[in-house]
């Protein structure tokens, strides 16, 4: 059972924009943290954006004043507006879902903030590919 699912990815030149979305079943959009990850090849998974159901968000310095991550709520998709794309932004794109907060250590930390941990997120989709050329 797929829960949550991108689009969008593709093939662009360097400074072009592209616009991911990710449709959520809805018992999914219902959590609290909604994010977009990145993995490039031999590098780690980088959460790159956030958004909680209250509308806090933020970025990865990697990608602020470049990405917009967005919500409607009325349709329970997630989306990514990518602007001025890099070579360096070439990745598979995955959106996440997870709870608002989880315990490691003793200590109880929030989902959505910087940096974001990939192990707590327990909903994700297959990913999208986004390849960026000169």
């Known amino acids: 059972q797929v829960h949550l699912m991108e689009s969008g990815g593709g093939s662009v030149k360097s400074g072009g924009s592209l616009l991911l979305a990710c449709e959520a079943s809805?018992?999914?959009?219902?959590?609290?943290?909604m994010a977009w990850f990145r993995q490039a090849p031999g590098k780690e998974r980088e959460g790159i954006a956030f958004?909680?159901?209250?509308?806090?968000?933020d970025y990865a310095d990697s990608v602020k004043g470049r990405f917009t991550i967005s919500q409607d709520n009325t349709k329970n998709m997630l989306f990514l507006q990518m602007n001025n794309l890099k070579v360096e932004d070439t990745a598979i794109y995955y959106c996440a879902a997870g709870g608002g907060r989880y315990s490691s250590g003793g200590r109880l930390y929030t989902t959505c903030a910087l940096p974001l941990d990939a192990e707590v997120f327990g909903s994700w989709g297959p990913g999208t590919q986004v390849t960026v050329s000169v």
């Open positions: 958004i909680d159901r209250e509308g806090a968000l």
């Open positions: 809805e018992y999914t959009y219902r959590r609290h943290c």
